[in-house]
Nanobody
Framework: VQLQASGGGLVQAGGSLRLSCAGS????????MGWFRQVPGQEREFVGA????????YDTASVKGRFTISRDNAKNTVYLQMNDLKPEDTAVYYC????????????????WGQGTQVTVSS
């Protein structure tokens, strides 16, 4: 399954964006899905993940209470709703997939698609 993230853009601090991650060439139903972000010159950061069924969820402390991950298996799409954006959220955002039971750990993700740029101005 190939992944494509979209929905990025330029937004002012305090604003919101919703990113989408669409799967093609197969179903995302059998995958746990994660969101990551990366700033040039820095390591990739694990933002959060959602289990196959959508019943379980994990997010990192830096986005807790502001970002929400959801999925619509019927549309083969996973979403990252980002609210109260801050300049430090500026990064390229990627989605990836996992079939490992340890889906809350970033090391078990692969299938990186093309990312989408999010820029938050102060």
């Amino acid at each position: 399954v190939q992944l494509q993230a979209s929905g990025g853009g330029l937004v002012q601090a305090g604003g919101s964006l919703r990113l989408s991650c669409a799967g093609s060439g197969g179903s995302l139903r059998s995958y746990h899905m994660g969101w990551f972000r990366q700033v040039p010159g820095q390591e990739r950061e694990f933002v959060g993940a959602i289990s196959r069924s959508g019943a379980n969820y994990y997010d990192t402390a830096s986005v807790k209470g502001r970002f929400t991950i959801s999925r619509d298996n019927a549309k083969n799409t996973v979403y990252l709703q980002m609210n109260d954006l801050k300049p430090e959220d500026t990064a390229v955002y990627y989605c990836a997939r996992s079939q490992n039971v340890n889906w809350r750990m970033s090391v078990w993700y692969n299938g990186w698609g093309q990312g989408t740029q999010v820029t938050v101005s102060s």
